[in-house]
């Protein structure tokens, strides 16, 4: 696809999107992504129409709960969502985008408009684990997290990529197409919208395949079909 980049680029500021450098190649690590944050999560953004998933760091799901030292439970994803909200939220927010996942999102080191590092900031308040599968950018803060006692390091909590998988386990084998958990579903406005087993309106959507509603293997089958993943 050719775009023409003065066009696109008046659309994406529009959009909320003040700044792109770098493009319109999208591959290159040298783009930098300026604009107003909106939160999805704990660890993704949006700018304007651009997804952005933190780099280097796993935070819990929103739904995913986490031990505490008096052994009770607390809302440990929907805190750190709160917590990046707190930072950012309607906020400028500077990100110098790595590279693109699997579901299209750009991964990104992102920058408050303090210039602090929101990825360091989570890990070191206990409320991101590092992700190490990808990055071992921030062992050492996760480190000083844990010995401190700080957020998740009350007491052994489960990881999020252990937790999605627990999940994703269950799902698929309860599933009406054996392997295949993700619901499509279609709202009332007619937007195709896609659940994993880890999002937080997944027990509630009910898939009806009589109104063209699927279920898929994955995330990328989903949104070459059409669906996509709910706003938070």
Not at 118 to 137: H, I, K, P
Request: proline share 5%.
């Amino acid at each position: 696809m050719t775009w023409h980049w003065a066009l696109m680029r008046s659309i994406l500021v529009a959009l909320g999107v003040t700044a792109i450098f770098g493009w319109p190649n999208p591959t290159v690590a040298s783009v930098q992504i300026v604009g107003t944050a909106n939160i999805v999560d704990g660890d993704t953004i949006d700018i304007g129409p651009v997804r952005i998933r933190l780099h280097g760091i796993d935070t819990a799901e929103t739904g995913q709960t986490c031990p505490t030292s008096q052994g009770g439970d607390w809302r440990c994803g929907a805190y750190a969502t709160r917590r990046l909200t707190d930072l950012i939220d309607g906020r400028s927010v500077s990100c110098d985008a790595l590279d693109r996942d699997a579901y299209n999102r750009v991964i990104a080191r992102c920058y408050s408009d303090t210039g602090e590092d929101l990825a360091r900031a989570l890990v070191a308040e206990g409320l991101a684990w590092a992700f190490t599968r990808y990055s071992d950018d921030y062992v050492s803060d996760e480190a000083h997290a844990r010995a401190d006692g700080r957020g998740v390091w009350r007491a052994e909590a489960i990881p999020p990529w252990e937790w999605r998988s627990n999940r994703w386990e269950r799902a698929a084998e309860a599933s009406p197409r054996v392997g295949c958990p993700i619901k499509g579903n279609i709202n009332r406005r007619g937007e195709r919208i896609y659940h994993t087993p880890w999002s937080p309106n997944y027990a509630r959507t009910i898939v009806t395949e009589a109104n063209g509603e699927r279920w898929f293997c994955d995330e990328a089958e989903a949104q070459a079909a059409g669906w996509r993943a709910p706003r938070n």
